[in-house]
């Protein structure tokens, strides 16, 4: 029970520790991650976007 937790919080901090940079690949629902300037610009017909 215990390793379990320690695998969840290490899995978890390392996905939210690092923003996506200025031309990285993005999605809008932020499934990828967020941009450090907080904009994903992605087309309508489009699977992912960049970050601007």
């Not at 999605?27 to 907080?38: E, F, P, R, T």
């Amino acid at each position: 029970m215990r390793f379990t937790f320690v695998i969840l919080a290490i899995a978890g901090l390392s996905m939210a520790a690092s923003p996506i940079p200025a031309g990285g690949t993005c999605k809008k629902d932020g499934s990828m991650g967020n941009c450090q300037s907080g904009l994903c610009v992605q087309k309508a017909n489009a699977a992912t976007g960049k970050c601007k």
